[in-house]
């Protein structure tokens, strides 16, 4: 990832794993926030062949669990990314940002 410029268009991403990946006293974790300076496509394509966070690469290479992209918001700049991602990642419960869990949750609510 590209930290030297911090003027660098950017954007936040949530994976969303098929099955927990981390089994804790809510359920288990299922989500990764992360952000990115070369495009969210390309990085989430690095996550999948195992050259991305060693988290990511653990579930998905070692464990054998598939992801989906969740959330991708856009951000002027890497400062304003990654401050986006902290606050993801100290805010805690992801599902509420991801599409897929989203999705999921109506489903259920609609049956």
Known sequence: MDNTND???S???ILHFHKP???NARGG???YVGYTTIGAEERIDLHRKGRGSLLVKY???KLGIDFEVGLI???PDRISARYREMRLKR???LSRHCAI???EKNEVAHT
């Open 11 to 13: 954007q936040v991403y």
């Open 59 to 61: 579930a998905h290479k």
């Open 21 to 23: 990946y981390w089994n």
């Open 91 to 93: 805010e805690g419960h």
């Open 29 to 31: 974790c299922r989500h």
């Open 7 to 9: 003027n660098a268009p």
């Open 101 to 103: 869990c989203q999705r």
């Open 73 to 75: 918001e856009d951000y």
